[in-house]
């Protein structure tokens, strides 16, 4: 199995923040192999460590910031890497040159700010462009299959459902980043199987908490709560493996 946000078996190795202990800790006790960040000083504070802010994952092939430690540790892993042709800087737009969605053959992104080695590794796979304002557009939107995503983003939500997404649309805030007002939806999850999506704190503290779970349910995905308290944006999980 290639690198994937939409796993089609339980996955093997993950990358996740090296910032919380406790989410490491939970994923290795279930078999996982985890690799971590490092903390990334060019990055704002409070994302400096998140995967979502580091990397991008584009149909087999891994992105990382220039000049970042990651790029050598993954390429020995046997992994495919490839370096973003600008350098991250900490004020936006320049902090979010990895933050793209890919699967199947989407790409949801806002192309004026997505690195342009990226946008154009995309085109040359014959990527179709999903345009939208958000920077962040990876940190906004959580995959949970090939055909449905959650997001609190408005224009998200509108550009993912004009190609056939089924999105459930949830209420902005609730989710815990120190530093900011709030995080993001796609930085508080992630899947490890196509059944299973697992959550950086309790969906019980988020006002649709049971809208989530039950749009997670009717496609067969269970929900697996691996730290306590409020949801918190750990900057998403990445499947390697």
């Not at 902090?95 to 946008?119: G, H, Q, Y």
Request: proline share 6%; hydrophobic share 40%.
């Amino acid at each position: 199995m290639k690198p994937t946000r939409l796993p089609e078996t339980f996955a093997q190795t993950v990358l996740v923040s090296g910032e919380y202990p406790e989410w490491t800790r939970a994923l290795k006790e279930m078999g996982l192999h985890v690799i971590v960040t490092e903390y990334d000083s060019r990055l704002p504070e409070p994302v400096s460590w998140h995967p979502d802010m580091q990397v991008c994952l584009l149909d087999g092939q891994i992105f990382v910031l220039k000049e970042s430690p990651l790029k050598k540790f993954l390429a020995k892993q046997g992994l495919c890497v490839r370096e973003t042709t600008a350098v991250p800087e900490n004020v936006y737009p320049g902090d979010v040159l990895c933050n793209a969605l890919a699967w199947n053959k989407f790409l949801l992104c806002n192309a004026s700010t997505l690195d342009m080695a990226i946008r154009e590794h995309g085109q040359r796979l014959g990527f179709q462009s999903i345009p939208v304002k958000q920077g962040y557009a990876a940190c906004s939107t959580a995959l949970v299959d090939g055909r449905s995503a959650i997001t609190a983003d408005q224009g998200v939500a509108k550009a993912l459902a004009c190609v056939g997404m089924h999105v459930l649309k949830i209420t902005p805030g609730f989710l815990r980043l120190p530093g900011y007002d709030t995080g993001l939806f796609g930085g508080c999850c992630g899947l490890l199987a196509p059944d299973l999506m697992v959550f950086a704190g309790s969906l019980a503290n988020h006002p649709d908490g049971k809208k989530i779970q039950n749009f997670l349910g009717k496609r067969g995905i269970c929900v697996l709560e691996l730290m306590e308290g409020p949801l918190t944006d750990v900057g998403g999980l990445l499947v390697l493996s």
